[in-house]
Structure formats: C-alpha cells, structure tokens
C-alpha cells in the first residue's frame, strides 16, 4: 500500500485565490511527522511545513497551513491568496519515528493563473 | 553555511559507462539519502546512512552502490549506467531518528543515460 497519496495530478487557482492541495497518509505508527515541500521549475526541494502527529493545532507558516485530520489520515495543505510564484509542484511526505525513511507522494502540480 | 551541495548538476553518459555522484552537507547531520525523481513518480528512495558507516537499501537501489565515506560526504555509484537510469538524482540530509526533523536537499543532478 502507497504510505503516501496524492490523488491530485495538476490544480489551477486564480491568483489572489486560496487552494487546497491533497494529502493521506497510510501509517500504524502512533509518532510519525508530515511534511510539505515545494519544487519550482528551478528544480530545487524547498521544505514549506511540518506537522507532528501528536500536535493538537494545525500548523501554520506565513501563507501555508496544514490541514491536519488524524482520524481521516489526510494532511491537505492550503495556500491562501495565491501569488505567481507559488506555481509549482507540491509533494508530501511523511517520516515514521523513530526512523529514517522519508515517504514522499507523487506530487501536484499547482499553476497559479494571473 | 552551504547546506547540501552536489556534483555534478548534469552529466551525460554512455550505456555502459561508470560514474560517481558526489554529495556532501555542513549542517552536522547523521542521516544522509540518495533519490531519484522520475516525471509522474515523484521521489523514490535510493539508498540511505542512517549514521556513519551504516548504510541500507531503500525502494530502488538495483544498478547502484553508495559509499559514506564521513559524516559529511556519501557517494552514489552507477556501474554500469543504463537508460532507465536516466532521471534527476537528489541528495539530501536530516538529524537522525526523530520524527520532527525535516530533509534539507541538495540542487540535484539531471543525468542522462545515452
């Protein structure tokens, strides 16, 4: 079974606009963290948010904020008022604990229309 | 503080012919990792070190070996290169063992197998 899933290939926001981009997980472990990353057209890796599977309050960092459902397994990640620059893909991933692999989904491809 | 640098960003190779792939961090971290990211895959896990001088498997690891030489450097290592390995290699790094820490990732390596 994928651990991670992302089930949305490509989105499309207005710029200016809020976007929700998809994430489920599938783990058993009880600690485990999920994170965000972004992966402009540059091609470098850039980690945008973290949340911690005991942490009670959806992360927030600047813009982005994820949506955190335990019992749903789904870590969405939203994107308020949308810029240009947000065009990317986004992946998610998850890191069980104590360990050392990382699992990443397939990815969306946001575009942000002017 | 550079991070996680990587060499070379692009290489052509012939079917056939050997090559190492050369990553290192300053940022003190134990773990280390080698991806590879394919277009509609995203990242797939290669081979990790947990530590220096352990190194293990991870999803993809057939046609490569790796070498962590020191807490600073591991090495990727194509044999005998073929063209399915044709894909953009990422090295990256993070604190062992918890789950709260993030990767930090290298610019990647846009290989291509002739």
């Known amino acids: 079974a994928q651990k991670i899933t992302q089930t949305q290939p490509g989105m499309f926001v207005q710029e200016k606009e809020a976007v929700t981009l998809d994430c489920t997980y599938d783990?058993?472990?009880?600690?485990?963290?999920l994170f965000w990353y972004k992966q402009p057209s540059s091609g470098e890796m850039i980690f945008l948010i973290y949340?911690?599977?005991?942490?009670?309050q959806n992360a927030t960092e600047g813009r982005y904020s994820l949506n955190f459902q335990k019992a749903r397994k789904s870590a969405n990640l939203v994107i308020s008022a949308s810029q240009l620059g947000d065009s990317a893909m986004y992946s998610c991933?998850?890191?069980?604990?104590?360990?050392?692999?990382?699992?990443f989904g397939t990815g969306t491809s946001l575009t942000v229309i002017p | 503080n550079a991070g996680v640098t990587q060499t070379p960003k692009f290489q052509v190779l012939k079917t056939g012919q050997s090559m190492t792939l050369q990553c290192a961090q300053d940022?003190?971290?134990?773990?280390m990792y080698w991806y590879r990211q394919d277009p509609g895959m995203g990242l797939r896990l290669i081979y990790y070190s947990a530590s220096e001088g352990t190194t293990d498997k991870g999803e993809v690891p057939n046609g490569y070996n790796v070498s962590r030489l020191n807490k600073r450097e591991f090495s990727l290592r194509l044999e005998s290169a073929a063209p399915s390995q044709t894909s953009v290699y990422f090295c990256a790094s993070s604190e062992w063992g918890r789950s709260t820490d993030t990767q930090y990732f290298g610019p990647g390596t846009r290989l291509t197998v002739l």
């Open positions: 783990t058993s472990d009880q600690s485990y963290g």
């Open positions: 949340q911690g599977s005991y942490d009670e």
């Open positions: 940022m003190n971290h134990n773990s």
């Open positions: 991933a998850m890191r069980e604990g104590p360990g050392n692999q990382f699992y």
